[in-house]
Every structure is written in C-alpha cells, then in structure tokens.
C-alpha cells in the first residue's frame, strides 16, 4: 500500500465507531450506480478489505441497508448480489448531482423571504429545499424555489450592498461551519495532489476515501452562490482538490473495476456518459 493511503485509511478509523454502511454507501454512489448499479458481495468485500474492515462488519451493515430499505438483496447460487432499491437511488441521484455537480450560478441580488403562516412546519422541507432560517417563521433563500411560496408571504428583498448580503447569508446559513468541514478535508488530502497516483486497487480506495470525506462537508452545504460567501471560501479551493485529485485516479481505479468487480451477469458495464461529465468547470 502506498505511504499515501496509511494515514488516510488511519483517519478513516479514527472516527469511532467505524461506519461501515456509510462507506457501503459511498462506494455504490461513486463506483457502482455509473455502471449499472449493481454489485457482487464477492467484489464489494474484495474493496472494503483494503479499508481495513472485517467482512462480518461488513455484511451486518449491509443487513441493516436492506432493512432500512436503501438496498435490495438476491442470491444465485452460493452468491449475493445488491443494487440500490428506487427510493435509494431517488436519494443517491440527489446526493450525486451535489457532489460532482456545478458550482452555484451567480446569484440575481434578490433574495426570496417567506414568512410562514404557522399553520405546519415546514421548515425542514424549506430547509432541505436550500432555504436558511432567520428566525421561527422566517426563511431565506438565494433564489425562488418552485412550490416553496405556499401558505407563506412572499416578499423579495435586495440588500443595499454586497457586505450586507454576505452578512446576512452567515446569519442564515451554516456557512462558518461549511467552511471548516471544507478546510479540514483540504488538509487531509493537501499530499495527495503532489503524490504519484497509486494503481490497481488502491487507486480506487484513494478515489472512494475522497468523496467519502468530500461528502461530509458539500452535503452539509447550501450550495450558495460566490456573491454571498467570504472571499477566502475555502469550499471552492476544496473542490478544485477534489477534482483534481479524482481525475488523476479515475482511469486506474476503472481499470480495475473492468478486471475485478462482477454483477450477476459478468463484469461491470461501463459507465455512461454522465460518469465523465462529474467535476465539469
């Protein structure tokens, strides 16, 4: 194993206790749904080994999946194979189009207000729609969402300058918090931009490890437009990394997936054309 990955696979395990389900889930978002989205147990332990996981860790968290109903499970013959089932994939299609999506557009200078009426909360449903609070029954959003107006008042509201806006997104959003998740993964990974890519497997271990931590911290993120944030984002410097990073290991980590990952008719298809559009500029 490289030097390069020991300590990353050492900060992997330092969170205790040890997550297995949330790899599973990185590791099916990031190297199986692209090529079909389904996957031997065979091939999937043969990845989650060289992160140091036991196999029994392994398919409890894959028992616990499929009983919450993110995976479906069949066997033929003396083999198991998993794929995500449709509400699983509904969810992973959210997640991915925010990790390896495009930054936010340049924002209009208007931000949309929606008192609510107090008739229901739907504060996490704005939330979870981009929405920051201002306080119980006020939300904020950079933009309009459609549908996000109902049973609210619904005003527009234009700061009278940049400083004031900026101010305002800190009140409403995490973005203080974002910003350190993003600054830690930049220092976890800062060495491997300047490493020799590793190969075979380890290329994809490096690759999984990557959107394992990048994840935390943009899935964590409103996604807000430049304007609204400091200068000194650290969330565009982490994602320039991650791009980086990730092509330069993408083709051999493919590699061996075509050699070694299997389904339940035969190696991987290969993946579509979205695969090669992930981190576009």
């Known amino acids: 194993m490289p ?15 040890i997550r297995a389900g949330s790899l599973v889930v990185t590791v ?3 190297a199986v749904v692209p090529r079909g989205g389904v996957l031997s147990l065979e091939s999937l332990l043969a990845i989650t080994r060289a992160f140091r996981i036991g196999d029994g860790v392994v398919r409890t ?17 003396r083999n198991s ?4 089932t449709g509400s699983g994939a509904a969810a992973f299609a959210q997640a991915t189009a925010r990790i390896y999506g495009l930054p ?3 924002w209009s200078g208007v931000f949309d207000l929606l008192f609510l009426d107090g008739t229901g909360d739907r504060r996490a449903e704005l939330a979870a729609a981009g929405y920051g609070s201002l306080g119980p029954d006020l939300m904020i959003g950079a933009a309009p ?7 609210a008042l619904r005003l527009a509201a234009r700061p009278e300058d940049p400083a004031t806006a900026r101010r305002l997104a800190a009140r409403a959003w995490p973005v203080a918090e974002v910003g350190e998740r993003y600054a830690r993964f930049t220092a976890t990974f800062a060495a491997a931009v300047a490493a020799e890519p590793p190969v075979g497997l380890d290329a994809l271990v490096l690759r999984i490890l990557l959107i394992h931590e990048y994840r935390r911290a943009v899935l964590k993120d409103p996604l807000l437009p430049a ?21 330069a290991v993408a083709p051999a980590a493919e590699a061996w997936l ?9 190696p991987l298809p290969l993946p579509g054309p979205d695969f090669a559009a992930r981190f576009a500029a």
């Open 227 to 247: 304007d609204l944030l400091p200068a000194d984002w650290p969330g565009a410097a982490a994602r320039d990394l991650c791009a980086t990073i990730y092509r």
């Open 145 to 151: 969402a459609a549908g996000a107006g109902e049973g």
């Open 3 to 17: 030097d390069l990955l020991a300590p990353l696979i050492d900060h992997f395990h330092a969170r205790t206790p």
């Open 258 to 266: 075509d050699a070694n990952a299997t389904t339940d008719s035969g």
């Open 104 to 106: 936010a557009p340049a």
């Open 28 to 30: 099916f978002g990031d």
């Open 81 to 84: 194979f998993y794929r995500l």
């Open 61 to 77: 968290a894959l028992s616990r999946l499929v009983a919450d109903g993110w995976f479906e499970r069949w066997k033929l013959g």
